[in-house]
Each structure stands twice: as structure tokens, then as C-alpha cells.
């Protein structure tokens, strides 16, 4: 029988890249997106049309069906307060570091989704009589802003999961990023790639890392001006690859040449405040 795992696949590289990771470790998956609202919803696309790609590449070589799940939250946006949900204020421009980041937090977000993702992974447990692990992004580079991606959030909230629930202990926890960089995490994506045979563009260009999308002619491209794109594009440049997402401005289309010296000016006067 295959490892079992439950992955919170929201259509962005980390999640993506550890999607990747499970199937290359030959584990059977069960994917989950949220619809919370999230003005990024081509998030939900971008997951979604990974899945397809993954499960029609893959399959043949004798890796697990991916089992993909949206979960709407219908009727959260309205009552939540954060730039990133419908309704809210705009998205803040600049580096992770600066205060007004802070909007970009949805209030309890993470917790939300652990409950669900608890709950599926405790099921799969038991109707496939094995254990099954809970798969988590996090990673070093997670920031201060977000206190629901630390260890010790994750730590809590999975201490209470194992006092509420009979079974819990077929449950565990899989972060094999905890110490890893976004680039970190983009170099071993390139590794799985190469191990599965896949191809890596074509994987990464099914991801969205914007918390601003811009849709032009129908077709969304990703900003290169908001704190998580800034993050995306600097390990990208440090891995030395061109990111197949195409990105645009309020002026429409840019290339990737012009992100990159963006970037590298943020980047510049931020080390050097």
C-alpha cells in the first residue's frame, strides 16, 4: 500500500514544490485548495490545472492518482478583515519586512484549513487502516507577519488535534522544508522535476505566487511589485532560471529582464537600510 498524505495545496510554489516532493517520495495524495475568498483566486486555476497536468504525466509512470478536493468557505470574505480577501483595501507593495505587510494576514487562516486538513488526514487514516502524514510548506524564509506558519503554531495546533480526536496517533506531522530557503525550495522542486521526468517549466508555469494578479485580454499574469511575487522572483535569480509565469504592470506586459531589476532594486535598498 502507498504512503498516505494530505497536502493544503493553495496553487502557490511552496505547496506546489511539496506536492512534487510527496509524489517523488511515493506517496498517495490528497490535495486541498481553499475558496476563501481570496482575491488571487486564479490561485484555484493555477492549482488545479497542476493537478491535471501531474496526474496525466506521472500516472503513467507508475506514480499514485493525485485526489484533488476545492473546499468553499462560502460567505468568510465578507466578515474577515485583510487586504488579500474581496473587499478589502489594496494589497501593500514592497519587501516582506515592512510594517504594512501586516495587512496582508488573514486572520486565522492557517488554523482554518489545519482543522479541515486534520480532519481528512485522521479519515484517510482510518479508512485505509494506515497512518498518514500532514504535509506543511513551512519553511525558514516564512516570515515574522505571519505568526501562523511558525513551529510553535504548528506545534500547538497539532497537540490540540491529538487531544480531540481517537486515532490521532496514525497522524503525523511532514515539513521537510523547515529549514530550507524559498530558494531552497524552488532548487529541490528542479530535483523532482528531473527525478519524475517532467518537465519544470511546465510545472511552475501552473503556480501563482501573486497576491496581486493582474488580468489582461482574459488572461492573468502575475505582479512583480507585492512582497510574495518579490520572494518568488528573488529565488528564481538565485536559481539562475527564467520563471515561466508571465508577469505584467498597471502599463500591461513586462519582460523578465524588467522584474528582475525591480526586484534587484528592492532587494538593494532593503539590505541596505
Not at 204 to 225: A, L, M, R, V
Not at 237 to 250: G, H, S, T
Request: include cysteine.
Amino acid at each position: 500500500m502507498n504512503k498516505q498524505a494530505v497536502l493544503s495545496l493553495s496553487g502557490g510554489m511552496d505547496s506546489s514544490t511539496l506536492l512534487l516532493r510527496l509524489l517523488a517520495d511515493g506517496y498517495e495524495v490528497t490535495a486541498l485548495s481553499f475558496d476563501y475568498g481570496q482575491k488571487h483566486k486564479v490561485e484555484l486555476e493555477r492549482a488545479k490545472a497542476l493537478v491535471q497536468y501531474l496526474n496525466h504525466q506521472v500516472t503513467p509512470l507508475g506514480y499514485p492518482v493525485i485526489r484533488y478536493q476545492v473546499i468553499k468557505l462560502d460567505g468568510l470574505a465578507q466578515l474577515l478583515n485583510s487586504t488579500l480577501v474581496t473587499g478589502g483595501a489594496d494589497v501593500p507593495e514592497g519587501h516582506y519586512a515592512e510594517e504594512n505587510m501586516k495587512a496582508t494576514v488573514v486572520p486565522n487562516r492557517n488554523k482554518i484549513f489545519s482543522s479541515i486538513i486534520q480532519a481528512v488526514a485522521l479519515s484517510v487514516s482510518e479508512q485505509k487502516n494506515t497512518k498518514c502524514v500532514i504535509a506543511m510548506g513551512i519553511h525558514s524564509g516564512d516570515h515574522a507577519i505571519y505568526p501562523d506558519c511558525r513551529e510553535e503554531f504548528r506545534d500547538a495546533d497539532f497537540e490540540a488535534f491529538k487531544s480531540g480526536n481517537w486515532g490521532a496517533d496514525k497522524v503525523s506531522l511532514y515539513t521537510p522544508y523547515l529549514k530550507s530557503t524559498k530558494f531552497g525550495i524552488l532548487r529541490d522542486g528542479e530535483k523532482c522535476c528531473d527525478k519524475m521526468h517532467i518537465d519544470f517549466d511546465s510545472v511552475y508555469e501552473k503556480t501563482n505566487t501573486s497576491y496581486k494578479p493582474i488580468q489582461i485580454n482574459g488572461k492573468w499574469y502575475s505582479d512583480y511589485k507585492s512582497a510574495s511575487s518579490v520572494e518568488r522572483v528573488e529565488a528564481f535569480i538565485k536559481l539562475q532560471r527564467k520563471d515561466p509565469v508571465q508577469y505584467a504592470d498597471e502599463g500591461g506586459p513586462v519582460t523578465w529582464e524588467q522584474v528582475v531589476e525591480h526586484v534587484k532594486n528592492i532587494l538593494s535598498k532593503h539590505e541596505s537600510a
